[in-house]
């Protein structure tokens, strides 16, 4: 009898802690997580969840939107991608600098941009926090803009990551094209963000 009160209790507290600490997880609440770093959809490094917005996106899927404070508009009005890595797998750091490269996007307009490890904007005043269509010239074949924390000095299309630390990048594609809605991984080449150089690298 002890023995079966004693693993009831036991059974209690692991509930107890594993709850909470489960929901957080899922919320992308728990330390050291990215709040959008979950979803069933990834493509060459860009994870999305298209069940945001939707009447049917669960709890977890909430938190995490309300967490890193997107508009969470319906799937027809916009879908959102996001990556934490470069192109070799590694974090993304405010001590590298980035080369984003792309081309056309399946969908009326869109927008790249940079969120620090805690999921807010980084804190400098540079005002240059995000691309989208309208900075770069897509006419002309692939586009390519630069994530650092200092400004390219050829005018290149520029997002800074000072003050981020560490960092993701945040595709915003409005107006999507039904075919994207409907086989994603067949219709969009997300952009490719390679590592340049990063402070402190030898030469």
């Known amino acids: 009898m002890i023995k079966r009160v004693g693993a009831y209790g036991l059974a209690l507290i692991i509930g107890l802690i594993a709850g909470p600490a489960s929901a957080l997880y899922m919320a992308g609440l ?28 669960d709890p977890y899927t909430r938190a995490r939107v309300a967490r890193h404070g997107l508009l969470g508009l319906a799937k027809s009005e916009a879908v959102y991608f996001t990556r934490t890595t470069d192109s070799d797998g590694e974090p993304l750091r405010e001590a ?23 999921s807010f904007l980084p804190d400098n005043t540079d005002a240059a926090l995000s691309v989208d269509a309208t900075q770069v010239d897509v006419d002309d074949g692939p586009w390519k803009a630069i994530a650092s924390p200092n400004r390219p000095v050829d005018g290149t299309a520029w997002i800074s990551s000072k003050a981020a630390k560490t960092f993701d990048l945040t595709l915003r594609l409005y107006v999507p094209s039904d075919a994207l809605l409907d086989a994603p991984k067949d219709t969009l080449t997300p952009p490719r963000v390679e590592r340049m150089s990063c402070e402190g690298e030898a030469a």
């Open 30 to 57: 728990w330390p050291g997580t990215n709040p959008l770093n979950f979803g069933d959809i990834e493509i060459d490094g860009w994870r999305s969840d298209f069940a945001i917005g939707s009447e049917a996106a």
């Open 96 to 118: 590298c600098d980035y080369r984003i490269t792309g081309g056309p996007m399946p969908a009326d307009w869109w927008s790249i941009t940079l969120y620090n490890g805690e």
